[in-house]
Nanobody, 112 residues
Framework: QVQLVESGGGLVQAGGSLRLSCAAS????????MGWFRQAPGKEREFVAS???????SYADSVKGRFTISGDRAKNTVYLQMNSLKPEDTAVYYC??????WGHGTQVTVSS
């Protein structure tokens, strides 16, 4: 089993920045991919970004150029730096490992 704990959410004005963190514990040696998803009220959960250890990163078109995913393999932690935030980025952000394990989420609210 893998446990994931997100942190770093909060309230920010449009144009501002936030940095989310996700710390993994448990069978971390089995993790080969970590990512971020988000779910806004009344909408389905959607992909935001992912990172494959020692390999590539991927981003949703809606966040390209504004969000950056990075990871520290030694700390089993992945980060999501979010810049130029927009009100439409408001959602609960979830961390995922191998698209199989999920955190409980952290709320990000962007005011206009």
């Amino acid at each position: 089993q893998v446990q994931l704990v997100e942190s770093g959410g909060g309230l920010v004005q449009a144009g501002g920045s936030l940095r989310l963190s996700c710390a993994a514990s448990g069978r971390t040696f089995s993790i080969y991919d970590m990512g971020w998803f988000r779910q806004a009220p009344g909408k389905e959960r959607e992909f935001v970004a992912s990172i494959r250890w020692r390999s590539s990163t991927s981003y949703a078109d809606s966040v390209k150029g504004r969000f950056t995913i990075s990871g520290d393999r030694a700390k089993n932690t992945v980060y999501l730096q979010m810049n130029s935030l927009k009100p439409e980025d408001t959602a609960v952000y979830y961390c995922a490992a191998n698209y199989n394990y999920w955190g409980h989420g952290t709320q990000v609210t962007v005011s206009s």
